[in-house]
């Protein structure tokens, strides 16, 4: 019975870590989705910005 405990060990030892590496996994894909969706809304605030600079007639210099 000893030799099936430690069997049991080991393969609960193999699960946990699996479980681990799936939830680090899915932490990175959640970091990775909400930095995507930042970087969208940052977009979307700051090119109408960047047409009312680029068609302002104060800016012909920069061009």
């Not at 099936?4 to 989705?33: G, H, M, P, T, Y």
């Not at 809304?41 to 009312?52: F, H, S, V, Y």
Request: charged residues 30%; positive net charge; proline residues 3%.
């Amino acid at each position: 019975m000893s030799e099936e405990n430690q069997a049991l060990q080991r393969q609960l030892l193999v699960l946990q870590k699996q479980a681990k590496e799936l939830e680090i996994s899915q932490s990175k894909e959640q970091i990775e989705a909400k930095l995507h969706s930042k970087y969208e809304a940052t977009m979307r605030r700051e090119r109408p910005w960047l047409i009312r600079f680029l068609i302002s007639p104060n800016n012909v210099g920069f061009l």
